[in-house]
């Protein structure tokens, strides 16, 4: 029996990611770039199923308003891309062209059936809006963490698979302990990434909301907000307990933020003492990573 030729995502993701994913996606469905069981079809819009790994959650109607009277006219050019499941089939990539499809009144859509594994499947989901840079900032929060909860990614491996350093996914990560609300109004464009970062080093929930809906209501700029937050955690304001405390040395209040940036987590230096905060196991795994105490290959503490 001769030997099965191994596509690119046969020899693993490692060789393809970190490249152009988009560039990969096209080959396959314009050029018949080699892919597992890689098939033309044309499929009826009631089989396919939606990606559970998508995710991009907010898609703009107006464009996709756009899209599906072009498709109406000219038809679809870029196949879907796709894989056989138990019933029907499921969407890897092409959920605008789906949706506008469905809009435009098709009931078959031409697309490119692969053989891709879950994890495969997942990667280039998530990849592929990344580089396209199609996700608001919760949404990229978000696939960032399912790589890390469902496929056991360090926080080094992420960053080398998206193209970003370390630092930068991070912080992106961090902004999934903002409360529910708070990721609403980034989601809803109401706030910026740089808008409720600052609000991180708050602790108590209610007064990040109640920041969150002060920067909204008086449409603060991100050095107010800074300025503001930073009050806030000094300031003599907040409690009894907090007027009877000494003013902390500025330098050391300096190193807090800096280490707290750096390590993407609250950080206190008190006398002869540092104290590191993480909510969970893979957020101390993260911070040991960071700091070098744990290798990608170490087993999780």
């Known amino acids: 029996m001769p030997e099965k030729k191994k596509s690119g995502l046969g020899k ?15 080959d396959i469905q314009n050029n018949g770039g080699d892919a597992p069981g890689r098939r033309e079809v044309e499929i009826p819009l009631s089989e396919i199923r939606a990606n559970p790994y998508q995710p991009r959650k907010e898609f703009d109607e107006k ?3 756009e899209l599906a009277d072009s498709i109406g ?6 196949p879907l891309l796709v894989r056989r499941s138990v019933q029907g089939y499921e969407l890897i990539a092409g959920e605008r062209r789906l949706r ?19 994890e495969e499947m997942m990667e280039i989901s998530i990849l592929e809006n990344v580089q396209r840079e199609n996700l608001n ?12 909860k469902r496929l056991g990614y360090t926080q080094e491996k992420l960053a080398e698979r ?14 999934l302990r903002l409360p529910q609300p708070v990721q609403e109004m980034v989601t809803e464009k109401k706030l910026t990434m740089g808008h409720v970062r600052p609000l991180l080093a708050l602790e108590d929930e209610d007064e990040i909301y109640e920041t969150a809906e002060k920067i909204r209501r008086e449409r603060m700029s991100v050095r107010e907000v800074e300025r503001y937050v930073r009050e806030l955690n000094g300031g003599a304001g907040k409690n009894e307990k907090k007027r009877s405390e000494p003013e902390k040395d500025p330098l050391i209040r300096d190193l807090e933020n800096r280490m707290s940036s ?12 540092i ?12 911070i040991l990573e960071l700091i070098g105490m744990i290798e990608e290959s170490d087993v999780a503490v």
């Open 262 to 273: 750096k390590l993407g987590t609250k950080v206190t230096v008190s006398s002869k003492t």
């Open 12 to 26: 693993g993701l490692t060789s393809i990611f970190g490249a152009d994913v988009e560039q990969f996606l096209d």
């Open 73 to 78: 006219v000219h038809g679809i050019f870029t």
């Open 162 to 175: 998206v193209g970003k350093s370390r630092e930068y996914c991070a912080n992106m990560l961090r902004l």
């Open 100 to 118: 506008a499809a469905k809009l435009a009144g098709l009931t078959t859509v031409p697309a490119i059936s692969v053989d891709f594994t879950d």
């Open 275 to 286: 104290t590191i905060a993480y909510s969970d196991t893979a957020d101390l795994n993260r």
């Open 63 to 65: 464009s996709l308003r």
């Open 137 to 148: 900032p919760i949404e990229e929060a978000s696939a960032y963490e399912s790589l890390i």
